[in-house]
């Protein structure tokens, strides 16, 4: 079976750094994504991490450990625009299983 | 496509009839998915394609839900004999090789 992990919601100032946590026991594993999903929206892809180790990209970083079954999404220098619903999820060969996503909010 | 296209955006029926859901995935993507999210929940999986082939229709909730893919593009998602608990939002999503997954806008389907 899959279970995935996440906050349900968090909330962040903007300027500010935030930092969601997933957590997986999963049959299978072949890499973790993150997408964001704004209301109403596609999910979008932000990330993909196979390996352990830190993934920066601007000002999203994610970082898995696999030994862990843990992963992070940081969010820096927070927009207004990043409010959003953001997704983990794992792949076993071609299946992608979803957490239920953690809702961010920015505040000004 | 420039992108993975769904049809219709909006769909509004009375329980009990039948509906078809479309999707059109980016053009040379040999994988295509089919998902649900209900309100507040999670992307639930209903069923994979590779190819024409749905080697995994592990996901599907009932047998009153099918699927179909013609011509390794275009699928179509069949709902019969709908009822209120259908309501949801169905995502179709498309990939090259199990790589990342680009998603459809969606189609909100709701069962009155």
Redesign the interface.
Same mark, same amino acid.
């Given at each position: 079976g899959q279970n995935i992990d996440q906050p349900t919601e968090m909330t962040a100032t903007e300027g500010a750094i935030v930092q969601i946590n997933c957590t997986y026991q999963t049959s299978g594993f072949n890499g973790l994504f993150w997408y964001q999903q704004h209301a109403g929206e596609a999910p979008t892809f932000l990330s993909y991490n196979v390996l352990d180790g830190l993934e920066e990209k601007g000002r999203f970083s994610s970082f898995l450990s696999r030994s862990k079954g843990y992963s992070y999404l940081l969010l820096k220098e927070l927009q207004m625009k990043d409010s959003a619903s953001y997704l983990c999820a794992v792949r076993h060969d071609y299946k992608l299983s979803f957490g239920a996503g953690t809702t961010v909010t920015v505040r000004a | 496509g420039a992108g993975?296209s769904q049809s219709p955006s909006n769909k509004v029926t009375e329980k009990g009839k039948d509906v078809e859901l479309r999707c059109d995935p980016i053009s040379g993507h040999t994988?295509l &998915?089919w &998902?649900r999210q209900s309100l %507040? $929940? !999670? *992307? =639930? +999986?209903l069923i &994979?394609f $590779?190819g024409n082939s749905a080697p995994?229709k592990s996901g599907l909730p009932s047998d009153r839900f099918s699927a179909e893919r013609t011509g390794g593009s275009v699928s179509t998602l069949t709902i019969q004999r709908t009822q209120q608990e259908d309501s949801a939002v169905y *995502?179709c999503a498309s990939s090259w090789k %199990?790589n =990342? $997954?680009? +998603? !459809?806008? !969606?189609t909100r389907l709701t069962v009155l």
């Open positions: - | 993975v994988a &998915y &998902y %507040g $929940q !999670g *992307l =639930e +999986f &994979y $590779q995994d *995502l %199990g =990342e $997954q680009f +998603f !459809g806008p !969606g």
